[in-house]
């Protein structure tokens, strides 16, 4: 169990009870890898205080039909990873495949070259980032209509909730393995903990990313919307005219990647 929990590339490493449950095959009990876990930092001191809140579904009907995109800063630890300050994040909204790309700089080509890279194993038919000017500049967005790919923005982050959602689990990921190994070098271990979170299985699609195709990109739209017919949609609280008041933008999350616990 915890050669597993922290190998950056298995698909248990720094998970919780039930990812290294699944990868033991049911071997040990969930009971006893919670105790087990208990004895381990990376676990305890990084385990998420839990707070719910309803957001709306980002609907699309196909893998590749929808991504979206962030750059996650990480220059406070840039002297340990090689002077790399930022990693460019990509997730498809369906099979919640995702991409990762250390850079540099964020440059208008330094975005391009980043999703060069991305773009020779798939491309999706639209891309959705915040409002970063490294994402409106003209260079990326000439890129990106030579790729025929279709770009939009959002100002709201909880809009943006897929992505949001990756870069934490993989920050997560991250810091526990930091806190495991003693260090803050991720840069080393960077590509092994993308394939860990790619051949993990997903709560939500009921399978891992990876697993997700053509032939049954069907089915994993089912399990994750159901028969939206029979969806109760409730009826609009405002009128064509009325004036409203829009929230003031908030925090994407706070740090739950970090140490939660004393």
């Known amino acids: 169990m915890n050669e597993a929990y922290q190998d950056p590339k298995h698909v248990a490493s720094f998970g919780g009870v039930d990812s290294l449950y699944r990868a033991g095959e049911g071997k040990v009990s969930k009971k006893a890898i919670q105790k087990w876990l208990q004895g ?12 719910k809140f309803q957001t709306n579904r980002v609907i699309v009907y196909s893998i590749d039909q929808q991504w979206q995109a962030d750059l996650v800063d990480l220059i406070s630890i840039k002297k340990f990873n090689k002077g790399f300050r930022y990693i460019l994040t990509c997730v498809d909204i369906l099979s919640k495949h995702a991409w990762v790309v ?16 991305i773009f020779k194993e798939r491309r999706p038919q639209y891309l959705q980032t915040d409002q970063g000017t490294e994402f409106k500049n003209e260079k990326f967005q000439q890129f990106l209509k030579a790729n025929k790919v279709k770009f939009f923005t959002t100002f709201n982050a909880t809009k943006a909730s897929v992505i949001e959602r990756f870069n934490r689990t993989l920050k997560t ?18 590509d092994q903990l993308v394939y860990s979170y790619n051949h993990t299985y997903h709560s939500n699609i009921k399978r891992a990313p990876v697993e997700v195709n053509s032939e049954n990109e069907q089915d994993v739209w089912l399990t994750l919307y159901g028969n939206m017919e029979n969806v109760e949609r409730k009826p609009c609280a405002f009128k064509e005219g009325d004036t409203v008041r829009i929230s003031k933008a908030k925090l994407t999350f706070e740090k739950g990647y970090e140490t939660n616990w004393t």
């Open 102 to 117: 250390p850079l540099k700089r964020k440059r208008g080509v330094d975005i391009i070259n980043a999703f060069k890279v």
């Open 173 to 190: 990921k991250m810091f526990k393995y930091f806190t495991f190994k003693n260090t803050h070098n991720y840069i080393d271990v960077l």
């Open 40 to 51: 381990v930092n990376a676990y305890t001191l990084h385990k998420p205080v839990r707070k």
